[in-house]
Structure formats: C-alpha cells, structure tokens
C-alpha cells in the first residue's frame, strides 16, 4: 500500500513538473511572439521586417482561402475609413508625375482623388498640364510650370489645387515617370489597353516611341507608362482622356491588388509622399474597389485660348463650381463666380479697340461698365490698373494680362468708384 501511494505522489509531482514546463514554454514563445512583432511590424528592424512581411502575408492568404471556401456570402458593407485621417469622414489626395523633358522637372499629370466614406463614393479628376492658373503671389502660369518654379517640390502645385478647387488637399504623392514605369513593369509584362485613337510619339523623357493603332491590344509596361504620362503640345485634353479610360479598366483587376501590402511596402519609397504605407494601401484598394457605379472620373472644365502666341487652357470658371458640387466629395469654398466691373479706356487712338479689347475677355467673368478714350492717345503701354489688393481682383487683372498677350498690372490708389478694374489700353496693343 505504502509502494502504491509513493506512485501516486510521484506521478502527481511529474505531473506538476510538466506543467510548470510547459506553461514556461508557453511564456518564453509569447515573449519570443513579443519581441518579433515589435521588431518586425513596430521597429521594422532588418531580417526581422522581412520575415514579418511574410508572416502577414500568408496569413492574409490563409484569410482568403477560408473565405472563398465560405459557403453563404457575407452582406455588403461601408468599407473602413481606418485609412482616411485621424477624425475625418472625407479626404483629397494629390497626385503629381513628372517628366524629366529638359534640364528641370515638369509636371505632366495632375490628380485629385476625393472619397466621402459616408456615402462610400469616391471621385477622380483630372487637370491639364497646360492649364493656365493663378499661382499665389507669381500671377498666372501653367500647371506644368509649378514644380520648376518651386525647384522640384510640390508645395506651389499643392496650394494652386487647393484655391482653384477651395479644398484642403490631406495627402499627396509626387512620383516620376520612371516610378511609373518601374511599377507596372513589376505587375507584368504586358497590359491590355483600349486605345481610343491613333496614337504615335516619342517621348523625350523615357526615350519610348509609342506607336498605336486604335482598339484593344497588348502594350508593354514600358510603353504604358508613357502613353499614361506624356503627350505633344496641344494634346494635353487627349492625355487627360487616355488616363481616363485606362483607369476606368484598369484599376479594379490591377495585379497589384493580389497582394498589395507587399507591393505597396516595396514601392513606397520610390514616391515623394506624406501618406503612411497605410494610408497607400487603403487609398488603392478603396478606389479599385468602389466600381463604375460609385467612382466618377472627370476632367475640369475649361476654355481654350491663345497666349503669349501659343493655345492653353483655363478654367471655365461659369462651369467650375457645379463641376465641384459634382466631383469633390468634401467641403469646398468655391461659389458661383462674380463679374468684376471693368473700365476700357482707350490709350492709343485706334477706333475700336474697346470692343477689340472687350471681344478677348471671358464677358462671364468680367462686366464692361464703363468704355472711353483716355486721357491722351500717347500711352506707350498698356497698363492694367487694380483699385485694392483683393485676391480675387488681382487674379483678373493677370488674367486680362494674359488674354491680351500684352501691359502690365499696378496698384493704384482708387480714384473713381464705377469699376474694380480699368483697362488703359497703349500703342503696344495695336502694334500686336
């Protein structure tokens, strides 16, 4: 009996002592679990990062097999804005690829992604890189200028979109043509592409010729990044549109999208951004998501005119705040558009040139009050004379500036109250 009982006690203490190990075991793989999450995921310290990445993306597979072999499909729901910043329901996010045309960089593609998470529609739109608009504090230039004039960053361009739209821009990304290039080359090697007209150039900064024929075909990543990021003089609107379409068909299959934490984690540092990986991913899965039937593309609306002896484009400031309410998901100052009151006084002695001058103007954004001859018929330059340093004022006075292809704009001390703006129109406008 006593042999009997000293068994017992021993297995008992055994017993005991597995559990003890074991439960050590189990502490030092938590800890283990710990210090690999921390390193990995937290800290990203190399090899740890790596093997972190893997982990989660065989998890992120072992997710999708279980959920394709789920037999009822789960109801559709509002994706997570977890991407979105901190407490907003809405974003806008910039997007800028650039061009290495000659020794400076140059922006050809210019995008304003918006999503309301709220209604779960999003928007993509698209501005010419021709597009003449008012640059804070330098006048009037084109989109496509801004990065040389702020000597390759992309704060000018950013503040330009933010008035011209009245948003706040929350995220950008500014990347190359060779990022472009670079990226879809690592989705495949071919693309297929609906190309809507008869296509053929040679870009001068990726040194590709392009050379299609109208309808669905192959094109390679290399050829892609430039039919998506380059376009001759006077083809900006064409460039507009072939972004347009692509998008349209490629965003929702983009190889991409198989495993886009590792793409996005791989790529991210080619792009000059303010976005986490995070925010990457979900901008990118959210948009490839939605569909047709809640994402809108749209290119702003504009009016072709002729400066400085060539054609560009500038906003259709009539159409601009319906096109607003339409594509912008979030809040935007911009309201209809007032006429500034405008004086014509004729500095030069050449019959007609008030209506000349008028016929140049966009008559919806100006309203001619008063026209005259001024005080002599001597006046070598023409000069357009500005009453208040209001934002909205000067911006016309540059915009007449450049519809005449002709003077210059000066502040004056306000000396009559008919007009917020007076035209002396001198003998340089003639001699055009």
């Known amino acids: 009996m ?5 068994y017992r006690v021993q297995k008992r203490r055994s017993s005991k002592r597995k559990q003890k190990r074991g439960w050590r075991l189990l502490a030092v793989v938590a800890v283990v679990l710990v210090v690999f999450v ?6 990203r310290i190399w090899p740890f990062d790596a093997a972190w990445d893997g ?10 097999k279980v959920k394709s072999l789920w037999p009822f499909e789960a109801e559709e729901r509002t994706p997570s804005s977890a991407f979105l910043p901190e407490g907003k329901k809405s974003a806008n996010y910039l997007l800028v690829v650039t061009k290495q045309v000659t020794d400076e960089p140059v922006s050809t593609v210019a995008m304003v992604a918006s999503y309301d998470s709220q209604s779960d529609t999003g928007s993509l739109v698209y501005l010419p890189n021709d597009l003449l608009v008012n640059v804070p504090g330098l006048g009037m230039d084109q989109v496509n200028n801004l990065m040389v004039l702020d000597e390759g960053r992309i704060g000018m361009t950013l503040v330009t979109v933010q008035n011209l739209l009245g948003i706040e821009i929350d ?21 297929v592409a609906d190309i809507g007209t008869k296509t053929t150039f040679t870009d001068p900064s990726l040194g590709t010729k392009v050379d299609l024929d109208p309808g669905v075909q192959e094109i390679s990543g290399s050829a892609l990044a430039s039919y998506l ?3 001759p003089a006077g083809k900006e609107i064409e460039l507009c549109k072939r972004d347009q379409e692509f998008t349209s068909d490629f965003l929702p299959d983009s190889p991409g999208l198989a495993d886009p934490v590792r793409f996005v984690t791989k790529n991210a540092d080619l792009l000059d951004t303010d976005a986490s990986n995070r925010e990457l991913q979900g901008i990118w899965e959210t948009f490839a998501r939605l569909g047709p039937e809640k994402l809108e593309q749209g290119i702003i609306p ?28 979030t809040e935007s100052s911009k309201s209809e558009p007032r006429r500034i009151k405008l004086e014509i006084l004729n500095g030069n002695g050449v ?20 026209s ?19 934002e909205d004022v000067m911006s016309a006075a540059e915009e007449i500036v450049a519809s005449l292809e002709t003077g210059r704009v000066e502040l004056r001390p306000r000396t009559q109250d008919i007009s917020e703006i007076t035209i002396i129109v001198g003998k340089d406008y003639a001699q055009k």
Not at 2 to 6: A, K, T
Not at 372 to 390: C, I, K, Q
Request: hydrophobic share 40%.
């Open 171 to 191: 995220r950008y990304v500014l990347m190359t043509d060779r990022d472009v290039r670079i990226m879809l080359n690592q989705m495949g090697p071919d693309f």
């Open 38 to 43: 921390v390193l990995g995921a937290a800290v």
């Open 2 to 6: 006593q042999e009997y009982s000293g």
């Open 372 to 390: 005259a001859n001024a005080d002599n018929f001597e006046h070598p330059d023409t000069v357009v004379l500005v009453y208040e340093d209001d």
């Open 302 to 329: 504009v009016k072709e005119f002729k400066f400085e002896q060539t054609r560009v484009h500038r906003v259709d400031q009539e159409e601009l705040p319906a096109f607003i309410r339409k594509y912008i998901k």
């Open 55 to 64: 982990t989660a993306d065989g998890l992120s597979w072992l997710g999708r």
């Open 229 to 231: 990021t380059y376009a």
């Open 351 to 370: 019959p007609g040139v008030g209506e000349d001058v008028a016929a140049r103007l966009d008559m919806q954004r100006f309203q001619v009050i008063n």
